[in-house]
């Protein structure tokens, strides 16, 4: 997320135009013959429950670019934070299927990192990975009383519907998850397959960069960023931020740290962006710098010097940068205890409410354990740098094509927007409401 010089092949991220849905077209309209001037494509449906999905099936895009036997369509499917996945889509003119109509028509391959109304797709289907790591389990009340929690994504309520389970292929990022497939799941083990991570391997990309990406966002010359992560649920960090927020903009000279608030996408679409820019606002014009719910946060990451976080995705990929690590929140129930993350929270130091912060990062500086880090975030991917050729050979596979005669490559971040503690846009339109994202 981040840089001010530009290195070959990185261009500033650019925040993304609202996409809007198109209206469903008469069917005398539609007429490919008639209308259409490539004919004969394999037709693949990217289906987006919520941004942290879109976010995830972005990373697949590059995969079949520059194919013209391939025609990419995207779905907004039934979800109770899809309210933000329209920002997840590519800007430019995406063309964005109503769901009634996606799911009346025949694709050649459909793609989800979500299982809601999947059994209702015409198309063989690659299920991907919504996290990092099969960290979170199932919510106690997604199940019936006394039934053992999942982990998240694993379940045969997430894979199975009517005894047959729904995705043709369901892709892992480690081979530590076929055993917890086999676990939860044992049906879907002749669906799997270990592809890989492709946050893992953009972020190994890109940690070259990390001065550029400094740079980028506004940072002077030994200045320190420390980054506040949270995910989503009553679990996570959001919950304490009126505790931890006054607390770092009382102790932390603001010459030397700048702070920058990264919120899961969840917490946005459930309490709406009005709302969450009302709740933060104070500290916001404090110096606190809010980073947008559509921003790659992966940039931040690598640019940070310090994280404070919790039981999210963002945590355990930490491991893999230079940023010290301190954990604010770690519900241990809500936590796979055979995951990586379980062991980064046995690792990890706490962040105590009793001692000076300055004292706690100076601490986190002094004992990082590389050592153990390093252990951890090989468990991310046991494929590291190979996501792109191995995903590419599923699509290709499952599409019946032959793939492109070179290699995918891996590529680097995006330069972000610089922090700016005051919002890219007023969140409160000119009559009062809400801006619609």
């Known amino acids: 997320m981040s840089a001010v010089e530009r290195p070959v092949g990185l261009v500033p991220a650019r925040s993304c135009p609202p996409v809007r849905p198109?209206?469903?077209?008469?069917?005398?309209?539609?007429?490919?013959?008639?209308?259409?001037?490539l004919t004969g494509c394999r037709k693949v449906l990217m289906v987006v429950h919520t941004e942290?999905?879109?976010?995830?099936?972005?990373?697949l895009l590059p995969l079949v670019e520059s194919d013209l036997r391939i025609q990419v369509a995207f779905t907004i499917a039934p979800h109770a934070f899809n309210g933000g996945a329209i920002?997840?889509?590519?800007?430019?003119?995406?063309?964005?299927?109503?769901?009634?109509?996606?799911?009346?028509?025949?694709?050649?391959?459909a793609l989800a990192a979500g299982s809601q109304g999947m059994e209702q797709v015409?198309?063989?289907?690659?299920?991907?990975?919504?996290?990092?790591?099969?960290?979170?389990?199932?919510?106690?009340?997604?199940?019936?009383?006394?039934?053992?929690?999942?982990?998240?994504?694993?379940?045969?309520?997430?894979?199975?519907?009517?005894?047959?389970?729904?995705?043709?292929?369901?892709v892992l990022a480690h081979r530590e998850d076929l055993a917890e497939l086999g676990r939860w799941c044992p049906e879907a083990l002749p669906a799997a397959e270990v592809v890989g991570d492709a946050s893992h391997d953009r972020l190994a990309a890109s940690l070259p960069l990390r001065e550029h990406y400094r740079r980028a966002m506004g940072l002077r010359p030994g200045q320190r960023l420390l980054l506040v992560s949270s995910t989503w649920g009553t679990?996570?960090?959001?919950?304490?931020?009126?505790a931890l927020l006054?607390?770092?903009?009382?102790?932390?000279?603001?010459?030397?740290?700048?702070?920058?608030?990264?919120?899961?996408?969840?917490v946005w679409s459930g309490h709406g962006r009005w709302q969450v820019h009302a709740w933060l606002e104070a500290f916001r014009r404090r110096g606190i710098a809010i980073v947008p719910p559509e921003a790659d946060w992966r940039a931040a990451l690598i640019a940070s010097d310090w994280l404070i976080g919790d039981h999210g995705s963002v945590t355990l990929y930490a491991t893999m940068t230079r940023a010290r690590i301190l954990l604010a929140r770690f519900p241990e129930a809500d936590v796979n205890p055979l995951s990586p993350g379980a062991e980064l929270a046995r690792t990890a130091p706490a962040l105590s409410p009793a001692h000076p912060v300055t004292e706690q990062l100076a601490y986190a500086d002094a004992e990082y354990p590389a050592a153990e880090y390093a252990r951890i975030a090989a468990r991310i991917s046991s494929e590291p740098g190979?996501?792109?050729?191995?995903?590419?050979?599923?699509?290709?596979?499952?599409?019946?094509?032959?793939?492109?005669?070179?290699a995918p490559a891996t590529r680097p971040l995006p330069l972000p927007a610089p922090l700016d503690p005051a919002p890219s846009a007023d969140p409160w339109g000119a009559d009062g409401t809400e801006i619609s994202a």
Not at 52 to 59: E, I
Not at 246 to 266: C, F, K, Q, S, T
Not at 386 to 406: D, E, I, K, S, T
């Open 122 to 170: 015409r198309a063989p289907l690659i299920r991907l990975p919504h996290g990092i790591g099969h960290m979170k389990l199932s919510r106690a009340a997604d199940g019936p009383d006394g039934a053992p929690r999942t982990v998240g994504g694993l379940g045969r309520k997430y894979l199975m519907r009517d005894g047959r389970v729904v995705p043709r292929s369901i």
């Open 22 to 37: 198109l209206r469903p077209t008469p069917r005398e309209h539609r007429d490919p013959g008639q209308w259409v001037t």
């Open 87 to 109: 920002r997840s889509l590519p800007a430019g003119g995406t063309t964005v299927i109503p769901w009634e109509e996606a799911v009346r028509t025949e694709f050649d391959l």
């Open 235 to 242: 679990g996570s960090s959001f919950n304490r931020l009126d």
């Open 52 to 59: 942290v999905y879109g976010q995830r099936l972005r990373d």
């Open 386 to 406: 190979q996501f792109n050729q191995r995903m590419r050979g599923v699509l290709y596979r499952m599409l019946g094509l032959g793939q492109p005669a070179f």
């Open 246 to 266: 006054p607390r770092l903009l009382a102790e932390l000279p603001r010459e030397e740290y700048r702070i920058a608030l990264l919120v899961h996408p969840n």
